[in-house]
């Protein structure tokens, strides 16, 4: 809503592409989902497939559309352009998928993982912050932190 976003489908929508935006994880072995160490190359490739498996699952579907399926395709390409699997930019990457790209990396850091302990959630946004401009859109994280500091 803070982002103009009120219309109350077009919030269903949103909110139903986030509950997928993982889905391609079920192609992904668990002992790679899973593994408390270091990824290498080729399992790091393996959990970079995840969006397109994702995407290539979905769009199938008739009760999935264009702006749902670039969350999926999408949430883990960078502002900067470093992020994967196509290496989109900017205005390039879907606005619903900058959006969601923040929120994703929050909950990442803050839940637990094979790996790590959360983080708190401070840390978490504080890190988030300083990605703003390379692997966020500032605009989200400007919205994401007003969202997670207001009382």
Same mark, same amino acid.
């Not at 219309?7 to 929508?13: C, Y």
């Not at 995840?50 to 008739?62: A, F, I, K, T």
């Not at 390039?92 to 990396?105: G, K, S, Y």
């Given at each position: 809503?803070?982002?103009?976003?009120?219309?109350?489908?077009?919030?269903?929508?949103?909110?139903?592409?986030?509950?997928?935006?993982?889905?391609?994880?079920?192609?992904?072995?668990?002992?790679?989902?899973?593994?408390?160490?270091?990824?290498?190359?080729?399992?790091?490739?393996?959990?970079?497939?995840?969006?397109?498996?994702?995407?290539?699952?979905?769009?199938? $579907?008739?009760?999935?559309?264009?702006?749902?399926?670039?969350?999926?395709?999408? +949430?883990?390409? !960078?502002?900067? =352009? @470093?992020?994967?699997?196509?290496?989109?930019?900017?205005?390039?990457?879907?606005?619903?998928?900058?959006?969601?790209?923040?929120?994703?990396?929050?909950?990442?850091?803050?839940?637990? $993982?094979?790996?790590?302990?959360?983080?708190?959630?401070?840390?978490?946004?504080? +890190?988030?912050? !300083?990605?703003? =401009? @390379?692997?966020?859109?500032?605009?989200?994280?400007?919205?994401?932190?007003?969202?997670?500091?207001?009382?």
């Amino acid at each position: 809503e803070k982002l103009g976003l009120g219309d109350g489908a077009q919030l269903e929508s949103i909110a139903m592409a986030a509950i997928l935006h993982d889905i391609g994880k079920r192609f992904i072995p668990v002992s790679i989902l899973t593994k408390p160490a270091k990824l290498d190359p080729q399992e790091r490739a393996i959990i970079e497939s995840h969006p397109q498996r994702g995407y290539e699952e979905l769009c199938v $579907r008739d009760d999935m559309n264009h702006d749902q399926l670039m969350i999926v395709y999408q +949430h883990h390409e !960078r502002f900067d =352009g @470093t992020g994967y699997p196509v290496g989109f930019q900017g205005e390039e990457i879907h606005p619903w998928a900058r959006m969601i790209a923040v929120v994703d990396v929050f909950d990442a850091m803050t839940g637990m $993982r094979p790996y790590r302990r959360p983080a708190a959630a401070r840390d978490a946004m504080d +890190h988030i912050c !300083r990605k703003a =401009g @390379t692997h966020f859109d500032p605009e989200m994280v400007a919205c994401w932190n007003s969202m997670m500091t207001t009382s």
